[in-house]
């Protein structure tokens, strides 16, 4: 307790100080709006996604000249050309059906642009079995032209063959086919689309802290030298301690960064919440593709290693500042922390790929690691609640590590002025540092 009262008030005067010069700074307001910006759109994706597929439809005409075809072949082909898109708004093709005797307006429509393509299907005299012709200038080998064909080969044939043998396709009813994980513990199996906004959401979550970590680790090293350089600090030593110093820029700094990240996590919720409106005014419908995976497990998650990853990695950063007297020097004197950052950002990244692998599980509790890795197991939900909590506690011990560690650095390197420092003087001035 009485170490606590020597660390405050002084601690706090500095932390109050150091954030509201940072907070007050025409960059901080400009970067905090702007990125809250970027965060809002992009939260409306999915909308854009869904409402570049709706305006690239591709409408097909189709001229019925063959007699008796079975009266689900509209939606037989439907089915076959869209899939489960031919239950939404916008389906990827809209299909209109006239009769043989309007082929020569279909063609004039065809040839005014108002359709993409034509299909006419013909009967055989001699076998009764449909005959398809397709008038389109799309490429012959084109995406398009493959799935009309396999529509019609597979939707419409052989619906009319099995109508022509009396039964159906909706007669034969659904084959029973279940999709079941290889490991109980994962739950049910993800769709397509589950992974890819799980990817997408681990990947931006890595990045944010990712950003983080070296934004707000820079502005503590940064905020360390410059007040150095001017000579300010010597004046700040006689009314503080280093330790004070050094919590007080550490909490200044990071209570900026949280308030910056707090308005874009609240843009990233607003742009959720507003995105089935939205979507229901620009699409039409309210069934918007949300990102999957953002639930308030993740977003706890997040917040915690965040908070834990920038009060680590400032640590550091204060410490290594507090070496340089100039702030042109502090990105050389920072460069070996930001390759073991980068390291730890690579490897979340590649991880994502192997998030089962050992060697993933493993540097998931390295407290270098931890922020990037772990985020990216509980993300894909590939974590058990014990190992996240046994990698906060690790954590939690690098953080009391460096924080002695940086308070000495710190205590002997504010006190070097005008030289070239290296680790012989550091180690030399922490002894008889106060």
Not at 138 to 144: A, E, F, K, W
Not at 146 to 168: F, P, V, Y
Not at 303 to 308: D, E, K, Q, S, T
Not at 381 to 398: K, M, P, T
């Amino acid at each position: 307790m009485n170490g606590w009262r020597t660390l405050f008030p002084n601690a706090w005067y500095i932390s109050v100080r150091e954030f509201r010069s940072r907070a007050r700074s025409r960059s901080f307001v400009l970067g905090t709006v702007l990125l809250a910006g970027i965060a809002f759109a992009a939260t409306q994706l999915p909308v854009l996604i869904d409402f570049a597929m709706g305006t690239s439809q591709t409408r097909l005409e189709v001229v019925v000249r063959a007699a008796d075809m079975p009266s689900d072949a509209p939606a037989a082909l439907s089915a076959t050309l869209n899939g489960q898109s031919a239950f939404t708004a916008h389906p990827p093709y809209v299909v209109s059906w006239v009769s043989g005797n309007e082929l020569a307006s279909a063609q004039r429509a065809l040839e005014q642009g108002k359709f993409d393509a034509m299909l006419i299907v013909d009967r055989d005299p001699a076998t009764q079995s449909l005959g398809f012709t397709l008038r389109t200038d799309l490429p012959s080998d084109g995406q398009v032209v493959r799935t009309i064909n396999t529509a019609a080969t597979w939707g419409l044939a052989l619906d009319d063959s099995l109508a022509r043998a009396g039964t159906s396709i909706g007669a034969l009813g659904a084959t029973p086919f279940t999709v079941l994980p290889v490991n109980p513990s994962a739950g049910l199996a993800h769709s397509v689309s589950q992974d890819v906004s799980s990817d997408l959401l681990s990947t931006g979550l890595i990045v944010l802290i990712f950003m983080a970590i070296i934004t707000y680790g820079t502005w503590v090293a940064m905020s360390v030298a410059e007040e150095k350089g001017s000579r300010v600090m010597e004046l700040m030593l006689n009314a503080t301690t280093p330790l004070q110093m050094l919590a007080g820029k550490v909490i200044g700094n990071g209570a900026a960064g949280l308030t910056q990240y707090g308005i874009i996590l609240a843009a990233v919720v607003g742009g959720l919440l507003a995105q089935g409106p939205i979507h229901q005014m620009v699409v039409g419908s309210s069934s918007g593709a949300p990102f999957g995976g953002l639930d308030p497990v993740v977003l706890a998650a997040f917040v915690v290693l965040f908070v834990l990853g920038f009060l680590f990695y400032s640590l550091l950063y204060a410490a290594l500042g507090s070496l340089v007297s100039r702030q042109e020097d502090v990105q050389s004197a920072t460069s070996p922390l930001m390759m073991l950052i980068f390291v730890g950002y690579f490897m979340s990244i590649f991880g994502l790929q192997a998030i089962d692998e050992a060697w993933v599980q493993i540097a998931s509790f390295v407290p270098f690691f931890s922020p990037y890795l772990m985020l990216a197991r509980v993300s894909v939900g590939h974590v058990a609640i014990w190992e996240f909590a046994l990698a906060v506690v690790f954590l939690l011990a690098a953080i009391v590590v460096a924080l002695f560690v940086a308070a000495r650095i710190y205590s002997a390197g504010v006190l070097l002025y005008g030289q070239r420092v290296g680790l012989r003087q550091v180690l030399k001035a922490s002894r008889v540092a106060r």
